[in-house]
């Protein structure tokens, strides 16, 4: 029974770890030439080629909100041309009816935008499945229709003699001026975009595909991260929007209704749904293609626009069918590594996050008092009663369909109990939201592993440590966040060390095996500094090297104060580990026990283990 640690069994359960890649990567360097070209632009092109750049970069705003949005949140908006609209009429009534500065125009504008953002997605963003898709395209019709239809917003002929903007006595009435406050704005909205990504609230926005249950199980509510998503991209839009109405200095409803919410969609998925850097390529390759098809179709036909609709149609199409994560796609399949650079906030040692301080060994920490859970007639847990005590290792066991799945769904809260109690640290929890029990210190593991498979194990760990920080939107988009974000990314290594992955951090967690998939989602749920860990079937898919090496791991986070509360299914495995179990048959406790006393109940040994034992 060492109680040494057990690192290279899961290190060296896969493909060998790969060298991790150094941070000398390319990448400043083709931002750099990017950035030196795109300011030579206006100096040598003609006034053609900086009007479509102009658009392109207004177009690559909205996009970029989209790529965040649909992309990594995975709600998809067919309504975001509204929110463009919102804050150029915003600006434009504002500027010219009231005669106000463009930059007491920007603000209103992005009030105005985050308010309707907020109201709508207050409204919508509980919709699932394809409810949500839907209602995007019904506010994002009744906005645009709402601007035809007001008088003070000039009706169909819209608002002109918008002011254009200055800054500090510079007009930027020239499309060559606009032009680089534009593309600043483009790059400070991509850097704020990537800061996000790589942070706290980040982790998060790239955890929503994985289920509200896996953003509950670490303290957070996948609504309000929706919602702050919503918001976020929103407010891209109305800058976009600011922006359109001041350089073309005229607005009128017919850009921001449905047709062209579906354009900077087609933006975003052309340039590549998962990548940052997509919005760009994606706003031009739509805008030139568009530009293109005005000069080709008319020449063919007559009907010009009805084909250019059925043209963009084709190009989604195919983009769906052949190339769904875009042209960034395409580009990254070949440049994709195994590993990521380790990032920096590793670096320096620094004060690791606050500890809670353990209940004391042998105090009860977690009781279950005469639990019942019913589907419709089925009884799959009848009045079921027992306590964890901290410091032991309990285990929970019986045959397939004894319910003890539904058991620990009801003691974590991802269900709710049709009778019974459920005490945990003193606090009445059954009925309680999950992400609230989860904060109190209960932790758990997934029978079906709810990891990030395109996150690396450091990040897939680090969620787990959300409960334990706050940085939001603003402070990890600024940058303001560093301090937290390099504790939370340290205490994730430490998990990681401590279950033996440590080497591998920089890996992507969908190149692990299940089983040590499995041995992750123990280090996540570690990484939330817990009172409580509760397992569902952890040993499922190891091999037995592998179990004996998770025997050891639990045994050793035993030894450090950790209480565990095990649902499993390999009884050897039980046995040999727990210190207490509880055993169900047919939803009902049959024994509970030390494992010798229960080895030796016949009442266990004819339900259950006669076979084994
Ligand atoms: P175990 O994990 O011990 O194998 P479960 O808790 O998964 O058992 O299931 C206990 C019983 O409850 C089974 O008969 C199962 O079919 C039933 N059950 C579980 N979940 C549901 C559900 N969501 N709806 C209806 N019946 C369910
Ligand atoms: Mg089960």
């Not at 809670?356 to 009781?367: A, F, K, N, Q, V």
Request: aromatic share 6%; charged share 15%; hydrophobic share 50%.
């Amino acid at each position: 029974m060492s109680a040494a640690p057990t690192p290279g069994v899961f290190a060296e359960s896969a493909a060998p770890a790969t060298a991790p890649v150094r941070r000398t990567s390319r990448r400043p360097l083709w931002i750099g030439l990017l950035v030196v070209v795109l300011a030579l632009v206006p100096m040598l092109a003609g006034n053609f080629t900086v009007s479509l750049l102009n658009d392109i970069g207004i177009g690559a705003l909205v996009a970029l909100g989209l790529v965040l949005l649909t992309g990594i949140g995975g709600a998809t908006s067919f309504g975001q041309a509204a929110f463009v609209g919102i804050a150029a009429y915003a600006t434009a009534w504002l500027s010219t009816t009231q005669g106000m500065s463009p930059w007491i125009g920007l603000a209103f504008a992005l009030a105005l935008t985050g308010l309707s953002a907020l109201a709508i997605g207050l409204l919508t963003l509980r919709l699932g499945g394809h409810f949500l898709p839907l209602s995007t395209i019904a506010w994002g019709l009744s906005i645009a229709m709402l601007f035809g239809n007001v008088d003070a917003l000039g009706r169909h002929t819209g608002l002109s003699n918008i002011p254009p903007l200055t800054i500090g006595g510079l007009s930027l009435a020239d499309p060559r001026s606009i032009y680089y406050l534009i593309w600043a704005l483009v790059g400070l909205a991509l850097l704020f975009s990537h800061n996000l990504l790589q942070s706290r609230p980040g982790r998060a926005i790239r955890s929503l595909r994985g289920g509200a249950i896996l953003l509950a199980s670490v303290g957070e509510d996948a609504y309000r991260v929706r919602l702050t998503l919503f918001v976020t991209a929103a407010l891209f839009a109305g800058l976009a929007g600011w922006l359109y109405a001041h350089m073309n200095r005229f607005v009128s409803p017919s850009p921001f209704d449905v047709r062209a919410s579906i354009e900077y969609l087609l933006m975003a998925v052309a340039g590549g749904l998962g990548h940052l850097a997509g919005a760009l390529v994606g706003a031009a390759l739509v805008l030139i293609l568009k530009n293109g098809l005005q000069d080709v179709l008319p020449l063919l036909t007559q009907r010009a626009g009805q084909l250019e609709a059925v043209a963009f149609a084709t190009l989604f199409i195919l983009l769906l069918h052949f190339a769904r994560g875009g042209l960034m796609g395409f580009v990254r399949r070949f440049t994709r590594k195994r590993a990521a650079a380790p990032p920096r906030e590793l670096d320096t040692p620094v004060e690791p996050l606050p500890h809670r301080t353990l209940p004391e060994r042998g105090t009860p920490i977690l009781s279950v008092n005469g639990a019942v859970k019913r589907f419709g007639g089925l009884v799959a847990v009848n009045d079921v009663s027992f306590e964890v005590k901290a410091g032991e290792i309990m285990g929970l066991i019986g045959p397939n369909g004894a319910g003890k799945s539904t058991m620990f769904n009801l003691l974590t809260c991802t269900l709710p109990m049709t009778a019974g109690q459920v005490r945990f640290l003193g606090h009445d929890i059954a009925g309680m939201p999950q992400r609230k029990v989860a904060r109190l210190g209960l932790a758990r593991t997934f029978q079906h592993v709810k990891l990030r498979p395109h996150m690396t194990l450091l990040d897939n760990v680090a969620l787990g440590a959300h409960s334990r920080t706050n940085a939001g939107v603003l402070k990890a988009g600024l940058r303001l966040d560093r301090a937290e974000e390099r504790q939370i990314l340290q205490e994730a290594q430490r998990q990681l060390d401590r279950i033996g992955l440590g080497d591998r951090a920089h890996e992507l967690a969908g190149s692990l095996p299940l089983g040590t998939q499995r041995i992750l989602e123990i280090a996540r749920a570690l990484a939330a500094d817990p009172v409580l860990l509760v397992l569902d079937e952890p040993a499922a898919g190891l091999r037995r090297k592998e179990k004996m090496a998770l025997g050891d791991l639990l045994r050793r986070l035993r030894e450090e104060g950790v209480t565990i509360l095990i649902v499993e299914h390999d009884m050897d495995f039980v046995m040999k580990l727990v210190d207490r179990l509880v055993v169900m048959n047919f939803g009902s406790k049959l024994v509970e026990g030390v494992p010798s006393s229960v080895r030796a109940d016949e009442r266990v040994q004819a339900a259950y283990l006669g076979s084994v034992v």
